[in-house]
């Protein structure tokens, strides 16, 4: 294994100090947590977001905390739920007054987790909504979930629900457009090699030379066949049709596109996926409001990509377009 750390147990304080050195007119934590929060939280009047879950698939969450995005970010250890209190931390930090919407990726710890949290946040007199993404359509359930996994999707629904309570609106209103983005969202990934946890060592499974996982999730559970591996048009063209079984498009339908890297897959095979992907949107008329091609939400150093679409309205397309200063959410 090789690794660029100091402390394998260290890695993810270490992150957040780092992140923080890099940014420090943007970000600030909680002494003594994993939380990172807005420079300028809570701000009053304005519905709080908190989202989170285990580190390892950066710059998810932390580099979405921001104007126009999240209020704060709660890392877990690497692939590991964060605790209760840390959420609660989080909540506490980040409440302006208005309340606070929570979105959870559909990961069993994750689901748990931050119920609990809301629940003490509720004791406390803190407004509570939460949200559950659950945009992967490869497996029904899996090693961490009942249901769907909440993968790369996630990211838009923290840039659409941030926008929406940038607007002044009420808790009720952006959990209703975060709900409104989940309900249009559907993301499809696939693997190459396997990623390496630090503490463990070596990777969590294997992959032959010649081979590749359709449906992979981001902490390594299983997709939904081994196949050999293929050309990238095959790739797209198996990604975005698995998608359109789930949620049919048709012609004028308005969409935008995120190309997802998993951390280890050069950007150039992302634009090669990116390529096939437009000319598939292009031959069935759908219109492409917005492409984002880049690393969104990562599984430490797999090779892979996902593919996201996000079937758009007036109201979606317009809040999606509005400004953030996030460190990490960039357009291509």
């Known amino acids: ?55 390892g698939h950066e710059p998810a969450h932390a580099g979405y905390v ?11 250890e690497v692939f590991t739920s964060p605790t209760p209190d840390q959420v609660f931390e989080a909540i506490k930090a980040v409440d302006g007054g208005k309340g606070v919407l929570l979105i959870i990726k559909n990961y069993t710890g994750d689901v748990l987790n931050f119920e609990m949290a809301a629940e003490m946040a509720e004791a406390e007199g803190i407004k509570v909504a939460k949200v559950i993404v659950n945009d992967d359509v490869a497996v029904e359930d899996s090693t961490y979930t009942t249901g769907r996994r909440g993968i790369a999707g996630t990211i838009l629904v923290h840039k659409i629900a941030g926008a929406m309570a940038d607007t002044g609106a009420s808790l009720e209103e952006v959990e209703a457009v975060a709900k409104k983005v989940i309900s249009n969202v559907r993301t499809m990934g696939m693997a190459l090699t396997p990623c390496t946890v630090p503490a463990a060592g070596k990777p969590g499974f294997e992959h032959g030379e010649k081979e590749m996982e359709i449906g992979m999730g981001i902490h390594g559970e299983p997709g939904i066949e081994k196949t050999e591996i293929q050309p990238a048009n095959q790739v797209a063209e198996t990604l975005v049709n698995k998608i359109l079984e789930d949620m049919p498009l048709v012609e ?8 997802n890297g998993l951390g280890g897959t050069p950007i150039m095979e992302l634009y090669i996926v990116n390529k096939k992907v437009a000319e598939m949107m292009k031959e069935k008329g759908i219109d492409v409001h917005e492409t984002f091609v880049g690393n969104y939400m990562t599984s430490l150093e797999m090779a892979g990509c996902s593919v996201t679409l996000l079937k758009l309205d007036d109201q979606l397309a317009e809040l999606l377009d509005a400004p953030s200063d996030a460190i990490a959410f960039k357009k291509s």
């Open 252 to 259: 004028k339908d308005r969409v935008a596109i995120m190309i």
């Open 66 to 76: 921001g104007k126009g995005m999240l209020d704060a970010a709660v890392a877990g």
């Open 1 to 55: 294994m090789k690794k660029l750390i100091n402390d394998p147990n260290a890695v993810v304080q270490e992150m957040i100090e780092g992140m923080i050195a890099a940014h420090p007119d943007k970000l600030k934590t909680i002494p003594g947590t994993t939380v990172l929060v807005r420079k300028d939280a809570p701000v009053q009047g304005k519905v709080g977001l908190v989202s989170g879950g285990g580190s």
